[in-house]
């Protein structure tokens, strides 16, 4: 099993980035949780001053054994003309990202279609989608350690990339 050591920032900025959000001129809380947002940032970098270099968004897609319950508001054969979009850039997180300068990464970590090789597709496929939980497990616990595994691969991947922020 991967072993990840993520460490809680250190809060000692908090009040400093506070401050420097509060005396920007708008009034106090005025952005909501953009402000939140802000925060967070800075204290992650650790610095009142954060930013965003080669940003990422990655979208994770799977179908989920589950879904023939009716649980989903589309059927599991959406999945893969989804996928077909985002890999296009026809869809709305496609047009979030680009308005915001992230790059895209689409990862197929399990959806039930074979894809041809394509250079805007990450190919990290488990399985095709996974088992209906109500009758048995969804994964192994071997398939759900190798998934972990493959996210955290495409996330180095990015880290590689000078990325110092990525969104899901």
């Known amino acids: ?34 402000e939140e947002l802000a925060t967070q940032i800075g204290l992650i970098q650790q610095t009142t001053s954060p930013k965003l270099s080669n940003p990422y968004n990655i979208v994770f897609a799977a ?10 508001l589309s059927p599991q054969e959406v999945t ?5 979009n985002f890999i296009s850039g026809g869809a709305g997180v496609n047009f979030l990202a680009r308005q915001h300068g992230f790059k895209m990464k689409i990862v197929d970590s ?4 074979d894809f041809q090789p394509n250079p805007y597709l990450v ?4 399985g095709k989608g ?4 109500l009758y048995s497990a969804a994964m192994s616990k071997e398939e759900a350690e190798l998934a972990i595994k493959h996210g955290a691969d ?4 990015c880290k590689s990339d000078d990325c110092n922020i990525i969104s899901f």
């Open 154 to 157: 495409v996330v180095a991947d």
């Open 63 to 72: 179908d989920h054994g589950v879904a023939v319950e009716g649980v989903s």
């Open 1 to 34: 099993m991967i072993k990840f050591n993520i460490e809680k920032p250190d809060q000692a900025i908090r009040a400093e980035l506070q401050k420097k959000i509060d005396n920007l001129t708008k009034p106090k809380g005025a952005l909501g949780m953009l």
């Open 130 to 133: 996974t088992a209906n939980y």
């Open 123 to 126: 190919d990290k496929k488990i």
């Open 110 to 113: 399990g959806v039930n279609y």
């Open 80 to 84: 893969f003309q989804m996928i077909s």
